[in-house]
């Protein structure tokens, strides 16, 4: 029995050992994946930042369109520095305004990315808020992002239709980046038009659904003309077919009423109206209007003036 004991314990043991060694295994594991991802810097935008070993704070005040750099000393923050991205006031051409995307603190350096429809800089400054190094691109970005191993910055953007990358050369420096060693890379998605004219060099697929949209067309115009011919004429027959019932009952129900009756009616309708009317007395109401000489309408002007000065001569 004891030695049953034993060897129960001694298996407990064991296996107790072996699940700590799998468990510190794991944690290593965990740890290594949690290095990776703290050393992974995505190309994310940021908005605000913060040096542990200046204490101090940077974020994009989009409201005033400025970079803030924020002093913490333990009890408050105090902006001790505003960097204006763009002016803003008094603007009309909006979609010219160069807008923060990012931010972000390498090397004792603060980045800030801005851009706007067609072009973007990439601005970087000293942690006092001295500008030291400003590279404007073509085109539009959204985000960088900095490889501390292969020593590049990355600044990518989309476009109408694809993407753009940018690989900065950070060898010598942040404050020493260089545009002329810049590497571009550019993606553009294929269109629908190419991408038919790959598969359909010649075009006859495209022109035998033109041509069946087409004839597709007319074949459903002709239905809907015909129909709505049918259908017209169809209520025109039945409108007519209506009338012409109502016409021969009226025939029907005035036939049988004779000419003493219409005689009858007549007489009636004529003593009605004779006895409306009033008896009246026949008075001449005519005046005699005087009217004084005018020259105006005076028939001795219209006469011709020449034989009157002929005969005035004689």
């Known amino acids: 029995m004891k030695k049953k004991l034993g060897f129960i ?137 900095y490889n501390s191993e292969a020593k590049e910055l990355y600044v990518a953007g989309e476009t109408a239709t694809g993407y753009d990358l940018i690989a900065l050369n950070t060898s010598n420096g942040i404050d020493k980046i260089d545009l002329g060693e810049a590497v571009s890379l550019h993606y553009r998605q294929p269109r629908l038009a190419d991408e038919i004219a790959k598969k359909d060099p010649a075009g006859v697929g495209i022109s035998s659904v033109a041509i069946l949209v087409v004839f597709l067309s007319l074949l459903l115009l002709a239905v809907i003309f015909k129909s709505t011919g049918k259908f017209f004429i169809s209520s025109a027959t039945k409108n007519e077919k209506k009338i012409n019932v109502h016409v021969a009952e009226t025939q029907k129900g005035t036939s049988d009423v004779s000419g003493e009756v219409y005689a009858a009616i007549f007489t009636a309708i004529h003593l009605y109206n004779e006895e409306l009317h009033d008896l009246e007395n026949t008075v001449l109401t005519i005046n005699k209007v005087s009217r004084t000489y005018s020259p105006w309408s005076s028939k001795i002007h219209g006469l011709n003036t020449y034989f009157n000065n002929i005969g005035y001569k004689k």
């Open 9 to 145: 314990g001694i298996t407990l043991l064991l296996v107790f050992a072996f699940a700590q060694f799998v468990v510190a295994q794991n944690n290593e594991q965990v740890q290594e994946i949690i290095i990776e991802k703290e050393a992974y810097d995505p190309l994310i935008p940021q908005m605000f930042v913060f040096d542990k070993e200046n204490n101090i704070f940077a974020g994009l005040n989009n409201a005033d369109n400025t970079v803030d750099l924020i002093r913490y000393d333990g009890e408050k923050l105090e902006i001790f520095k505003s960097i204006l991205v763009d002016v803003v006031a008094k603007r009309h051409d909006v979609e010219h305004i160069y807008r923060p995307k990012g931010i972000a603190i390498y090397e004792n350096h603060l980045v800030f990315l801005a851009s706007h429809r067609d072009s973007c800089y990439l601005s970087v400054i000293n942690l006092t808020g001295e500008s030291v190094k400003k590279l404007y691109f073509a085109g539009s970005a959204d985000a960088f992002s």
